[in-house]
C-alpha cells in the first residue's frame, strides 16, 4: 500500500491492537488495554486513600471528604472511580465525547471493569448513566453507554432503558456548586420500575465532578425501590472549590 494511503487509513480507522490508544505508537505486543508501555505508566490511577463515600482522594486522616460529611448531594451509597480526570485518560474522554472517536469506550471500558471487580461490587443491574433526547440526539452517542461495553461482554445485566432523561438541564460544567444541585431537581426519571425494585443497582459514567447527576439519578432510582445504588466512574475531577 502506497505510504499517503497507509497514512490516510491511519489516521481515519483505528486498526485494532496495532497503536497505542492515547500516543498512536505502533504496539509490537499483545496489550489488553491497547496501551503502549510508557502510557500505561502515566495513567492517573487513584491510589492511596479516598473518602469512604465518594472516593475522592483525601490527604487528610479524616473517613469522609468535606461533602460527604456535610452529606451534601449523596443519594448514593457508594462512588468509585480508576483515574483522576486529567492526563492522557483526560485527552482520551474528549476524544471520545467531542471527536466522536468511538473505539475508545470498549478499551476504557476495560478499565472501569476493573475497578468493579477491585471494588467488589456486586450490582444486580448496571445503569449508564442517561442523556436527554437533545443532547443524544447532538452527539449521536451516550458515552456513558459506550463504557458498559466490557459490561456487557462479562453477561452483566446492563440496562439502558430504565432511567430517562426527561428534563433538558444546563450544562453542569458552567455551573457553580450550588446551582449544579437545583439545576438537576426532577431531571431524571424511572420508566421501568420492575428493573430496579429491591436491586442492587450500579450506575456507569465518565466523570464524577461534584457528584450531582450521579446523586440525583440514585434518588429517582431509590425512590423508584432500589435496595442500593452505587456509582463507578471512568475518572474523579477533583472540583476547585475543595480542599481535603
Ligand atoms: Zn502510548
Ligand atoms: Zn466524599
Redesign the pocket.
Known sequence: MNKRLRELLAKTLFIKDIK?L??N?ELDFDSRYC??D??LKSLPYITGKICKKCGEPIKSMAAYCMRCKNHVDRGFDVARATFLYKGVIKDGIINLKYYGNKYLAEYLSSFLLDSYYKYDFKSDVIIPAPMSAKSLKARGFNQAEMLCSAFIDKGLDVNTNCVAKVLETQNQAKLNFKDRQTNLVGAFKVVNKKAVENKNVLIVDDIFTTGATCSEIASALKKAGAKRVDVITLCHDMPEDVTN
Open positions: 497505542c492515547f500516543c505508537r496501551v503502549c510508557d502510557c
